[in-house]
């Protein structure tokens, strides 16, 4: 076997243009840490969440006022309905950003990496029961293990800076309501552009998906290859 020096030079052997390097490499990048930026929810105000640091999103026409919507493009949802659990119950203002005892990714069975498994399946886990969760005031029931949907998302102006927004059980049925409604007008998720804002009659947040307009052409190649880069790195 021969060793060639890896000097930039093109005599390269010829199986390196034969593999997809990208997808070959994840298996280690997978844990650079570090990950896609998360959009926050909390208290009806949208902010991304990058490497620990928070920035509450403004308002493009008043600077100095926050967001009330966003403009982005649905890259990929997770077919799956995601579970977080938190043993000591999920706080608002703590556990944003802090990684929960027990999580699925697709719902079937805790992640590999969950640190505090709760059952073998999420099916029979008592906390993914209706009930399980009873609410500070008493007066509605729920469960201790929380449902959302994992999507990939990314400003409309800014399609190569994906982020992730978890949507919350109260925004499930709404999310799915709008896929129809997109399927009903022929276009797909990941070709237009959606404006998210809050359910202002809502006590917690709860998001509204409306259609903006079609991507064109260059818009939506650029997705095409932001989601297969998503695809290689298991989001």
Request: hydrophobic letters at 35%; glycine letters at 8%; aromatic letters at 6%.
């Amino acid at each position: 076997m021969n060793i060639i020096p890896f000097d930039g030079s093109k005599n390269l052997p010829a199986f390196l243009k034969q593999i997809d390097i990208a997808s070959l490499n994840s298996d280690l990048t997978s844990h650079a840490g570090g990950g896609f930026p998360v959009i926050s929810i909390k208290g009806k105000t949208f902010a991304v969440v990058r490497d620990g640091d928070r920035e509450i999103m403004m308002n493009p026409l008043d600077p100095e006022s926050a967001a009330t919507s966003i403009d982005v493009v649905l890259l990929k949802a997770n077919k799956g309905t995601s579970k977080v659990f938190y043993l000591k119950g999920y706080d608002k203002d703590s556990s944003e950003g802090q990684k929960p005892d027990c999580y699925s990714n697709d719902g079937i069975e805790p992640a590999a990496d969950a640190q505090n498994k709760q059952a073998k399946k999420c099916q029979t886990c008592p906390h993914n029961q209706w009930g399980s969760r009873i609410s500070e005031k008493g007066t509605t029931k729920g469960k201790a293990c929380s449902d959302s949907v994992r999507v990939a998302v990314a400003a409309a102006g800014q399609l190569n800076d994906p982020m992730l927004l978890r949507v919350p059980p109260a925004s499930i049925k709404a999310l799915g309501e709008y896929g129809q409604s997109l399927a009903k007008r022929g276009v797909g998720y990941n070709m237009v552009v959606t404006k998210v804002s809050f359910d202002i009659e809502a006590e917690s947040p709860k998001l509204v998906f409306k259609l903006v307009g079609v991507l064109d052409d260059a818009g939506w190649a650029e997705v095409q290859d932001i989601v297969a880069e998503i695809g290689r790195a298991h989001v």
